[in-house]
């Protein structure tokens, strides 16, 4: 009898198809306590760094964007000459949640200062320092090369990526990265000359 061809899945197919995937193995047991283990470790080390229980919403979410992480990008770059798999994959939970907790504290400020500003409670110097800083930056600016500050306007007060800048003024991306470091470099020096002035 020739075999027949399957245009859609039968329920004795798809019961057929669970059998076999949830049929329990050593392999398959193996593989799922390691991953297990290396959960347990993702959870340990976020909840490290935020200082929250391990059974946390916020602890779960960190260990679990972890084990994402090492799956899309981690597993070509990790090396097990340099560690192991549990310690990689904790750092990469270390660094999530560390990320976590700058984005939050980031937020609060914004918060904050939003809600400030639409309270009207906002300090009546806040334009007074507006235009301090306005002024200082203008007197840095002034004091430096015109190819420091050509580079520090496109970059810091633009947005420009160094690339871009590089191409815009016909530069190497090197010369150009060079430059911006030199450039803010140069940049804080005289800043801390104005400030012991």
Known sequence: MPPREITEMTPQDTAGVKARSTRPGPARDAEAAR????LAQARLAAARVLRLPTGHPDVEDRA???LLAFLSSGQARFDPRQGSLPAYVATIAKNLALSHLRDRSTRSRLDARFAEERSGQGSSEAPLRQVEVVRDLGRVLSRLCPGHVEALRRID???E???EAAVRLGKSYQAMN????HARAAARRVARELLAA
Do not use: H, K, N, T
Not at 178 to 181: A, R
């Open 35 to 38: 991953w297990a283990q290396l």
């Open 64 to 66: 679990q964007d972890a």
């Open 157 to 159: 007060l633009r947005g």
């Open 161 to 163: 990526g160094i690339g």
């Open 178 to 181: 060079g430059q911006v470091g």
